[in-house]
Nanobody, 127 residues
Framework: QVHLVESGGGSVQAGGSLKLSCAVSTHAYDSYCMAWFRQTSGNKRVPVRAIDKYGHTSGPDSTKGRFEISKNDAENTLYLEMNNLKPDDTGLYLC?????????????????????WGQGTQVTVSS
């Protein structure tokens, strides 16, 4: 079975920072894109950042320059470092693996393309 466990969420004021982690139980999908999504109050999964097996990253302009996705293959862990957080960043952050071989650019990162998901970690940003 594949398990993904997120951690690192919390409540911060606008302008603050958080670093999320996602522990993955298998190396079987290292060749495919991995990504972070934010689930909104309406249960929509909005792309945050994605990373391919070469370390190339992509994501919407709203997170570019503020959020950085990275991974440690030896530790089987996916990270999301978030800086200059804004109230609009509030949501349940989910990591996902077994995406496409080539990650989409900007907003072309679709939740439907990812197979395995964690339960999420809540991020709340107050103004």
């Amino acid at each position: 079975q594949v398990h993904l466990v997120e951690s690192g969420g919390g409540s911060v004021q606008a302008g603050g920072s958080l670093k999320l982690s996602c522990a993955v139980s298998t190396h079987a999908y290292d060749s495919y894109c991995m990504a972070w999504f934010r689930q909104t109050s309406g249960n929509k999964r909005v792309p945050v950042r994605a990373i391919d097996k070469y370390g190339h990253t992509s994501g919407p302009d709203s997170t570019k320059g503020r959020f950085e996705i990275s991974k440690n293959d030896a530790e089987n862990t996916l990270y999301l470092e978030m800086n200059n957080l804004k109230p609009d960043d509030t949501g349940l952050y989910l990591c996902a693996i077994d995406g496409p071989l080539v990650c989409g650019e900007r907003n072309s990162i679709y939740a439907s393309e990812y197979t395995y998901w964690g339960q999420g970690t809540q991020v709340t940003v107050s103004s």
